[in-house]
């Protein structure tokens, strides 16, 4: 009796590996999508990113760095298909983001930055918590920041935006009926707005509704200078879709195929609100921080200021 259990138990967990391990491995088989990172040697530099990659492996770095991007993630660039990693091995998907997402991060900084960053971060990014790999040598630094600039190079376009709708939202830009650069469809967007949403993102769309009180994760605030890069499409879509694991609504809920017109709001009340909130944006000028690609620019290695140990590691020997 107690043996028919056993083998019982045994059979239900090799069937669960089999279904969950064994039948996705021999099953799943993606084609390679033509966008996997190139690993050439870059002569200009003299390093090799293929070694970088190991040293990456080596230090850890995906214990904190991810490398795919999700429907709800914004200013990671676009989104990640199965095939992209079919020559990444081992892949370096990662699990946690205590730092950003790297999986499109090539050319988003210079060189010099992202050097300068792995020798100190708080050098470049005050208050980073990412510690401090200066203890690599020349070659491997060299070689790890050639890395990080591939990340993402083998995309079809060029990785310029860092914001970029799926697919199917580019197209919609094409049956858009509403003229979103006009003050009058701002206008009618406000009023949908008031309705809406300002119980969640407030009157000015600070994100301070009464309703965010009590939302874990907080309603956007529209004031913020890094949403004038938001496109149309873009907004459409974060309308149209909500952001997973956050109570922002899908607007567009209740579209069918036959009725596409459908929806909570219909797809001209949308365009509206896009109207709407690309006026809330304000000028970078009051946010100017150092991680701004123009400033930085301008920033040389030998400038940055020289840490002593004392500087960046707290006192030992008590609180
Ligand atoms: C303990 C966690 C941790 C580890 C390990 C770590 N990082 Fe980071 N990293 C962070 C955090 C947090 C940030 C965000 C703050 C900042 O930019 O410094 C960051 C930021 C970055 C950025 C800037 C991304 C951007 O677009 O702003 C790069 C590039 C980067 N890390 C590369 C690396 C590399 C390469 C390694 C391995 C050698 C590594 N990190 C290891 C936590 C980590
Ligand atoms: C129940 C509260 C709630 C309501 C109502 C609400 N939102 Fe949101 N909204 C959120 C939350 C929470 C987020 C997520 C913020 C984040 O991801 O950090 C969000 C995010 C967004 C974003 C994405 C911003 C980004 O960073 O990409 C847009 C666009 C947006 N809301 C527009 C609207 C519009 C337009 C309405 C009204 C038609 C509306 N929201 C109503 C809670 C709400």
């Given at each position: 009796m107690y043996r028919a259990g056993a083998l019982g138990v045994l059979i239900t967990f090799f069937l669960i590996i089999w279904a969950t391990v064994l039948m996705p491995m021999v099953l799943f088989n993606p084609k390679p999508s033509g966008n996997g990172n190139v690993y050439s040697y870059d002569e200009k530099a003299h390093a090799d990113p293929a070694r970088g990659r190991r040293v990456f492996v080596r230090e850890g770095c995906f214990y904190c760095h991810t490398q795919f991007t999700r429907l709800q993630d914004r200013g990671y660039g676009p989104l990640v298909k199965?095939?992209?990693?079919?020559?990444?091995?081992?892949?370096?998907?990662?699990?946690?983001r205590t730092g950003p997402d790297l999986t499109n991060e090539g050319g988003k900084f210079p060189s010099e930055w992202q050097k300068a960053h792995l020798i100190n971060p708080r050098a470049v990014k005050p208050g980073s918590i990412m510690p401090s790999f200066s203890y690599l040598s020349d070659k491997d630094m060299n070689d790890l920041v050639a890395y990080i600039q591939t990340l993402g190079n083998g995309r079809e376009k060029k990785v310029t935006a860092y914001v970029e709708a799926p697919e199917e939202y580019k197209l919609a830009l094409a049956t858009k009926?509403?003229?979103?650069?006009?003050d009058a469809a701002a206008n009618a967007g406000r009023g949908l707005y008031i309705q809406n949403c300002a119980a969640c993102h407030g009157m000015e769309g600070l994100g301070n509704g009464p309703n965010s009180i009590s939302l874990e994760k907080k309603p956007a605030n529209f004031t913020r200078p890094f949403y004038k890069q938001y496109p149309d499409d873009f907004w459409f879509y974060r309308i149209t879709e909500g952001v997973p694991g956050t109570r922002m609504p899908r607007w567009g809920d209740g579209a069918t195929l036959a009725d596409p017109r459908g929806g909570i709001l219909t797809p001209e009340q949308r365009w509206y609100l896009v109207a709407y909130l690309k006026t809330l944006s304000k000028d970078r000028d009051r946010e100017e921080t150092v991680d701004n690609l123009r400033q930085l620019n301008k920033v040389k290695v030998e400038q940055l200021p020289i840490l002593t140990k004392e500087q960046w590691e707290p006192p030992s020997g008590g609180e």
């Open positions: 199965a095939g992209d990693y079919v020559f990444e091995t081992p892949h370096q998907l990662g699990t946690a009926t509403v003229d979103t650069n006009s």
